[in-house]
């Protein structure tokens, strides 16, 4: 297979490490445990274009080595200010409410119907019986956050 070459101004190299940087974060939370042969490909493309972006000098700056583990990484100070943090922030956020939402319609869903008929239902009709559920906590949670949910511990528990 042969090489690619790509010329990229410096903006253009800032914003493709950014990108690497954003892309190992979430590899590294998506696959925590359990390396599997592409994510290691994936690993080892994106710190090979971060350390790539050593040799322009005015990112360099905003690089260091990490010495336990050999690879460079943008700079606390750096990541703090970065478009892709507010990328990232943004998306942990919209997750964290959109599981929330669908793991409490599910299980309002196993209240009201009991998990024998829930389990019998088809996944469209699953998902039709959720849908004004979801609707609802969203309604409530995108106003309120979790400060009017209430979290009840079983009786042997608590």
């Known amino acids: 297979m042969g090489k690619v070459s790509l010329e ?3 903006l253009e190299m800032r914003n493709l490490l950014e990108i690497c940087a954003l892309s190992l974060t979430v590899l ?7 390396r599997n042969p592409r994510a290691d490909a994936w690993h080892k493309l994106l710190v090979d274009i971060i350390k ?5 000098p005015s990112i360099a700056r905003d690089l260091e080595l990490n010495p336990d583990c050999g690879y460079w990484f943008f700079k606390r100070p ?7 943090s507010d990328v990232l ?20 869903l196993m209240e009201y119907y009991g998990q024998d008929a829930v ?6 009709d699953r998902a039709a019986r959720t849908a ?17 949910l209430m979290f009840m ?6």
């Open 8 to 10: 990229l101004s410096e």
């Open 119 to 124: 389990e019998n239902l088809s996944p469209e």
């Open 89 to 108: 922030d943004e998306y942990r956020d919209a997750a964290f409410w959109e599981e929330l939402v669908t793991r409490l319609a599910g299980r309002a």
């Open 28 to 34: 590294g939370q998506a696959m925590p445990e359990g």
């Open 132 to 148: 004004s559920m979801e609707k609802t906590l969203w309604n409530e949670v995108s106003r309120y956050g979790v400060d009017r």
């Open 52 to 56: 790539a972006g050593r040799t322009v």
């Open 153 to 158: 511990l079983a009786p042997e528990e608590s």
């Open 78 to 84: 750096y990541v703090e200010n970065a478009f892709y």
